[in-house]
């Protein structure tokens, strides 16, 4: 997209916007001009260049977790209504505006011995099945090893599964992402 000068693309929004502008370096006002004036992006960017929001400055560590895991999704009519299963990669990220004693936002350690032993408890190896699907009582008789969930297991939904199981631990989580494939992936953060 053409990006055009500050005059052109500013005409008729409000004096804060024209107030904005005024700090605002000329390619954000192109992104402003695509994303729209009134977005939170724009507005928040211009401001803190501005000086009226203070930065944020946090730490973060990530960790990622492998496992593999089988589902099916009901009332999808893709192929994902089928029993299939993935070579799935987490990677959960931990935020703190502070270093503990040590000097870190987490120990990775600890991150292994708590999120990463829980998923290969829990989720490693199993077939993560809606609660309500029809052949559920077929592979508990055949001692199939499954993970219930009370919705369709999505990439989604398996990632805030790994977010609430981390929050209810006391890490703190600001992300997880699900990499279903190596070319798509779902998040969950706060
Ligand atoms: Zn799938």
């Not at 790994?162 to 703190?172: D, H, Q, R, T, V």
Request: net charge negative.
């Amino acid at each position: 997209m053409e990006c055009l000068p500050w005059q052109e693309i500013s005409a008729g929004q409000g004096s804060e916007h024209k107030s904005l502008a005024e700090f605002t370096p000329h390619a954000s006002l192109c992104e402003a001009k695509r994303v729209g004036f009134n977005s939170p992006r724009f507005l928040h960017s211009a401001r803190m260049q501005r000086g009226s929001l203070k930065e944020e400055k946090m730490y973060r560590v990530t960790r990622q977790i492998f496992f593999c895991y089988g589902h099916r999704l009901l009332d999808y009519e893709g192929k994902c209504r089928n029993f299939h299963g993935h070579n799935g990669k987490v990677e959960v990220e931990l935020e703190a505006e502070t270093l503990d004693g040590r000097g870190m936002v987490y120990d990775f350690t600890e991150i292994k011995s708590v999120i990463k032993d829980w998923i290969d408890e829990k989720l490693d190896h199993r077939m993560i099945l809606n609660r309500k699907d029809p052949l559920l009582g077929a592979l508990q008789k055949a001692g199939e090893p499954l993970y219930l969930m009370d919705e369709n297991p999505t990439a989604e939904a398996i990632a805030r599964l790994i977010y609430e199981y981390a929050l209810s631990k006391g890490f703190p989580i600001s992300e997880v992402r699900l990499w279903e494939t190596d070319e798509s992936f779902a998040t969950y953060h706060r």
